[in-house]
């Protein structure tokens, strides 16, 4: 008599659960008999496979490509196929992706009501109510998620109610219960929570279910720290059974999570040695799972779901005096799996492979005397798009820090940490693919953000030549060099200093020897020739956008790029035909890109942001990253906001100015809003100009800025009229843009700066990265 594959599955589960490895290769093996003679049993022999290297490996990423390519398959059993839904909605969590986890559960309910499989549709119910719980904590949902939730783990419950308490309803009900309580600590239900995590103590005691056991007295453990610290001592002693339990079945990732409350609780306690201690012994812990995934994108999802760890323990760490341990935490949650990408440049990662942060003293000798680094550290950022919407509902995120924004000063000699006093989320923008210079640009926001983030730092920046700037969060959006000082003057100086950006100083030190900032080169090995520049005026539609709308046209960057590459002796592709393929085979060749079109940043999917090299051509970010691969020292994206990128938490910076560095760029020039194009055109030529000349990126770009803020309209005038009558080939349109220009500029003062508002300088900035 056949066996059917699916009646294999719950006791596969419950032995893997338990760490039964014995059991479950023995129920490998006995699938992997049936698979060779029943074409059906295929499909579950490749799951439970895919199931088991998930558990025992924590390779997330691995274990999400499986499930996809599983779902793939034609002739795909319906059952089976809402198993692998469940699976990998639990995968794509773990890598704190909320919004598809949610997704992918909803559509394993669909499936199981269709197939009228009650016990599994209440799993699927329990893991939507999950998503939502996760997606709240980590600050992506609102409070409002918190009771779809609810209601999802009462609709488990209902239909769990209508069949026989087996074994297998039991542990349904595991699960469900579980959830439910950590949905009620949200709303602040403690004694709701006990209640629930009572009942699952209880069925995993009875059932010697010890993974779930130690679940329920971690969950407990939480509800009795909130309790108040007449239930201290509870809270430890559930917190340490949780611990054992979680180190016997070799659960790192539980283990991890029961830390990180464990030192907060020491910390509420006053135990704080204990605490920092704990914290270290968490973060070490976090280190090695994340070696384990060989996907980038999946070791920077799971840094983001641990990125309140890394949080709280900055927080603790400063307020302890314990700074140059605080700072290096900051080194290692910034942009931690980008220093990964840069080793290999590729996003398919050699598992255990792992480029460590620099420590503070590699940092400090690196730093010459006449720099200072100011390095960023947000807390407590809510990225819920209607974090401000009013909710009757009471809820907390627990384990989530309290919103700060720190500034961590470092020279040569010295390490100073300054509490800026500001909420992240008061500084991030509304829309970030919105205008951010509406956002940053008013006197009075710049005036304030130099109080908060540069004052306290003041009296490390004077006589200082270069400024090195790690923004973090929001911050990534600030134009520092635009911040308005006491006396009125702005960062940007005709004397300096210099402001370079970087993802982290472990990023910029590992790339430049900064201590002769005209270095720029990640390797010796260098292009053979000068600069490729592409240049189109022609802008292609958005996907969804009416494909019939003319195009909007550019009138400079056609003759931006052939005039740089005049400049510089090198080839300009311009004019409204394909260049992508061209650019592959010619980019590695040359030691400067240019690019010089319509920029567009996609906020919902930063890695679809993308420059237009024709009307019916892209180059997004992911193509940048997957097929581009340079030896450049400098690439300069000379388009509308190709520097804004989507800030994740645990890893930042996913846009353009990301795939570029990831490709080869060591050093980018980008623009952090839309750009004026005239304005644009002369700040370039003069940048291009000063390069020529053997002068660094970063003192070329500062002089340029400089050059445009004080240009007068006189010289404008003279410059435009001089380019309309000597450049040969200029488009109709833009010669009558230039002369509409100049009828503007003779109307004007000849001393007056048309260009002066940081509006038209301010956007270009240099990352080193």
Known sequence: MAIDPKQLMQPFLTALHRRDLTACTAILQEIAILAATQSAARGWHEYFVAVLHHESDGDFAIAERRYRDLLQATDLDPFLSGQIRISLTSAIMQVGNYSGAIATAQTAIELFHTLAEPLEEAKAWCQLGLANYLGHNAGDFDAEVLMIGVTACQTALDIL??????????????????????????????????ACYEQLLLLCQQTENHFGTAIAQSNLGQAYRKLG??????????????????????????????????????HEIGQTAQGLATFAEALTLVETVRARNSSAAARAGFLATVTDLFANAVLYHVQAGALAQAFAYVEHARARAFLDLLDVGAVTLEPSKSIAPLSLHQIQAALPADAVLLEYFTTGLIESPDRYTLTTIRAERPGFPQAATLLFVVTRTTLDVFDTHLSPNDLYPSAVDAPVEEHFLDPAMRSA?????????????????????????????????????????????QAGPQLI?????????????????????????????????????????PVGQDQQAPAIQLHYAEEEASAIAELTGGMALVGDHQKKEQLFQLAGDYQMLHFSCHGAFDATAPFNSALHLASDELLTAQEVFDRLRIRCNLV??????????????????????????????SALVVTQWRVDERATYLLMCQLHTLLKQGIDPATALHRAQWYLRTLSA?????????????????????HTEIANACTLLQVQPPTSTPFADPYFWAPFILIYG
């Open 161 to 194: 109610g209508q069949r026989t308490a087996d074994s297998q309803a039991i542990e349904a009900y595991t699960m469900v219960w579980n959830t439910m309580g950590l949905l009620h600590m949200s709303l602040l239900n403690w004694e709701s929570a006990i």
């Open 229 to 266: 610290q007449a239930y201290w001592i509870q809270a430890q002693a559930a917190f340490t059974a949780a611990l054992v339990s979680f180190r016997a079945l070799q659960r790192p990732g539980e283990e991890i999570a029961v830390l990180a409350d464990l030192a907060l609780l020491y």
């Open 449 to 493: 953000l130099y109080t908060s983030l540069l004052a306290p730092a003041a009296h490390h920046l004077r006589d200082k030549r270069v400024i090195y700037v790690a923004p973090h969060g929001p911050l990534h959006y600030v134009p520092f060099q635009a911040l308005v000082g006491g006396p009125g003057e702005t960062l940007l100086q």
């Open 501 to 541: 950006y970087t993802p982290s100083a472990s990023i910029l030190l590992r790339a430049h020897p900064v201590a002769q900032p005209s270095g720029v080169a990640r390797t010796s090995e260098q292009a053979p020739r000068s600069c490729l520049a592409i240049g189109c005026n022609s802008v292609s539609l």
């Open 636 to 665: 300069i994206l000379s388009a509308c906001a190709s520097g804004l990128s989507q800030v994740r938490r645990g890893d930042e910076l996913y846009g353009l100015a990301r795939a570029f560095m990831v490709a080869g760029a």
């Open 714 to 734: 006189q010289a404008a005038l003279a410059t435009l009229t001089h380019i309309q009558a000597t450049r040969l080939g200029l488009s109709q349109a833009l």
